[in-house]
């Protein structure tokens, strides 16, 4: 049993095609979780993902918009809850994880608790998909923080501010890739825990596709320094456009020095363009942070607006 007693906890469980997984993750959340309300939404299933977990004791409702990210969209703006455990439906996390990370969540007054997943079975967690999350995990890393070493994990306990302060623009599986920089950009406590991550029951597949996903979360991640570190983005583009003019303008410089002439004048033309390019690219980088800093503040209010998780407070 649990001691969450005046805290209200809503287990959400994003699914499609999870016929064979579903009924389990129901059960042993029920159990780890006895107070808590499960929901499972259905994202256009073909099988009886939804009518298995109706009778498995969830609360079933429905995202007609394909993508964990719509789904998750959904869930985060339907349901109000005082802690938020985000969990796959694959059957791949473990349930009695989830009261002693909803406990560090509470303890500490965090915001997130990320579960690392840890594995043996090499069929649970592919190298392939280890390989991408290292990679994109140590690229986000060098750019907004190092917090997490699992940045695309699909377990993580959420408090209500967290939540209802997250403005979820992905449509697929690069949800965890917002997750993670809303966290680092707001600067909100975090944690992580390592939890134990098993391989599918027998006749459920994976929905992830690892070239297909990584793109995806890559272009969500050159999108989000686009929009987050403009100054960066743009410097970069700046700094391979001035290079290219450099590269182009040399040898007619050179030529003139030696000649007096310049016979590449459309080269000269093109060289200067591209400097100028180079100088607009630097502008709209530096106006476009201060937008970004606006945002950001905005996004900051609207997080402060709602209380920190805690403990209920007892009556003396």
């Known amino acids: 049993m649990d001691d969450f007693q005046g805290i209200t906890i809503a287990v959400i469980i994003p699914c499609f095609n999870e016929e064979v997984a579903i009924p389990s993750v129901v059960e042993d959340f029920r159990k780890a979780l006895p107070t808590a309300q499960i929901y499972v939404y259905d994202n256009q299933s ?19 918009f394909p993508g964990k990210g719509n789904v998750m969209r959904r869930m985060f703006s339907d349901i109000d809850a005082d802690v938020y455990v985000l969990v796959d439906g694959d ?8 009261p002693g990370m909803i406990r560090l969540l509470l303890d500490q007054k965090l ?21 991408g999350n290292v990679m994109l995990t140590q690229m986000v890393a060098m750019i907004f923080g190092r917090q997490f070493t699992d940045m695309l994990s ?99 410089v050179l030529e003139y020095w030696q000649t007096g002439l310049v016979p590449r004048f459309p080269t000269a033309i093109l060289s200067a363009s591209i400097m100028l390019l180079a100088f607009l ?33 007892t009556s003396a």
């Open 46 to 64: 073909s099988d009886r993902t939804a009518e298995v977990a109706t009778q498995a004791g969830a609360i079933v409702d429905f995202e007609p």
């Open 91 to 98: 059957d791949t996390y473990d349930s009695t994880a989830a």
């Open 111 to 131: 915001d997130m608790v990320n579960g690392v997943r840890v594995t043996e079975q090499k069929e649970a967690y592919r190298f392939g998909h280890r390989f």
């Open 154 to 252: 699909g377990y993580r306990i959420f408090s209500r501010r967290f939540v209802k302060s997250f403005p979820a623009l992905a449509q697929g599986f690069e949800i965890e890739t917002e997750l993670t920089i809303h966290a680092l950009e707001l600067r909100m406590k975090t944690a992580e825990v390592p939890t134990p991550y098993k391989e599918r029951p027998e006749g459920s597949e994976s929905k992830l596709n690892t070239i297909r996903d990584g793109i995806r979360i890559l272009r969500t991640i050159t999108a989000l320094i686009k929009e987050e570190r403009p100054v960066l983005f743009f410097g970069v583009l700046t700094a391979l456009l001035a290079l290219l003019s450099i590269a182009l303008a040399v040898p007619v």
């Open 281 to 313: 690219s630097l502008s709209c980088g530096l106006i476009l942070d201060s937008v970004s800093r606006g945002r950001r503040e905005l996004k900051r209010l609207a997080y402060l607006a709602i209380p920190a998780p805690s403990w209920p407070k």
